[in-house]
């Protein structure tokens, strides 16, 4: 007759019983304080999960986004600036350059950013959201703010705009906005994003945060050692546009030419601003390139944003540079808007 098997390899009943007031004993070393310190975090690990989901959810579709303002609401109802924002700028940064400029901008409009879908940047969509939202609100008077890249993309719209729409844009400001790729000065990371973009690979949030670190420490020149740590930590939040519109807008940037809406932007007015110290676009190319091809709409290219930091169209860090070259310009070359009248929907 078979002998029990426990017996065979030596574990009976008493090494069982061993096993388990050894794992008893285990437990205990868990204090009650470690537990509670799992619990929470994993409460908190939960928490941002849901978080950044609802962020992703929402910001899958290109939105207009207000940023109120009581005074411009009453004076200009019919009048608005769109930000359009430029490279990597999540929607809150987008909100927070226009309330930066808010005393100067709000002279002449009511004030909205775009906010790209992180699906990835398509100019016909971002057409769309602009005109509902001039529908919707019933505006006679639109004026446009490129910030970075963001001025290739208003200059498009406005083209589409009154080539679709028959909606005039008044004024176009370019804030160090390259005219083409040959503009963007760090030529290597640029292309190396667009190759990998066209053969299909999507960037890791966790390679592009490495990156934006030490893309920042690099140019220390340009921030201090606040801006590198807000600027690199915002690229690795829920917030951050997506490694994939990210990568649309490098792909944008790559092909985009501008000789395509030379002619097409009417009667609208345009003004280049930047800084000639500027490590991310170069100055003099971009700024002489706009004034040559869009000679008939620039009225002027001359205001520098000098002793701005970082020098490369950073309003938002240094509002007392550029809200007097805004007010400039709007003096110079914008009328006001009428307060009173019919309004004119398109």
Do not use: C
């Not at 290109?62 to 411009?72: E, F, M, T």
């Not at 590198?228 to 490694?243: K, R």
């Amino acid at each position: 007759m078979p002998r029990n098997t426990e017996a065979n390899d030596g574990r009976g009943p008493r090494d069982a019983e061993a096993r388990v007031l050894r794992h008893a004993a285990e437990l205990e070393r868990f204090s009650r304080r470690n537990f509670l310190t799992g619990t929470i975090a994993a409460s908190a690990l939960a928490a941002d999960m849901l978080f950044t989901r609802r962020v992703q959810s929402e910001r899958r579709v290109n939105k207009i986004l207000p940023v109120p303002d009581d005074v411009a609401e009453l004076y200009f109802p019919r009048a608005s600036w769109f930000l359009f924002p430029g490279y990597k700028t999540s929607w809150e940064e987008a909100q927070w350059i226009l309330n930066s400029l808010r005393g100067a901008l709000t002279k002449r409009g009511q004030l909205a950013a775009v906010g790209y879908s992180n699906v990835g940047l398509e100019i016909d969509k971002i057409v769309i959201a602009v005109i509902e939202h001039i529908r919707a609100h019933q505006l006679d008077t639109v004026y446009f703010y490129g910030h970075s890249f963001g001025g290739m993309v208003a200059v498009q719209v406005a083209a589409r705009l009154l080539e679709l729409h028959g909606v005039q844009v008044s004024f176009i400001l370019l804030d160090s906005s390259p005219s083409s790729r040959y503009d963007v000065l760090d030529q290597s990371w640029f292309e190396g994003v667009v190759f990998l973009y066209e053969s299909g690979f999507r960037f890791p949030t966790v390679l592009r945060g490495g990156y934006e670190l030490g893309e920042r420490v690099l140019n220390k020149h340009e921030r201090s050692w606040g801006q590198i740590l807000d600027q690199t930590l915002e690229q690795l939040s829920p917030i951050a546009p997506s490694s994939v519109l990210i990568q649309t807008e490098s792909a944008y940037i790559y092909h985009f030419d501008l000789n395509r809406f030379v002619g097409k932007l009417g009667s609208a007015k345009m003004a280049f601003i930047g800084n000639p110290r500027d490590g991310t676009v170069s100055y003099e190319t971009a700024r002489d390139t706009w004034m040559l091809r869009f000679g008939a709409n620039m009225v002027s290219d001359s205001l520098r944003t000098d002793g701005a930091r970082p020098a490369h169209a950073s309003p938002q860090w240094n509002p007392s540079v550029y809200r007097p070259l805004i007010e400039q310009l709007q003096d110079e070359f914008l009328a006001l808007p009428g307060g009173g009248g019919r309004k004119t929907a398109f």
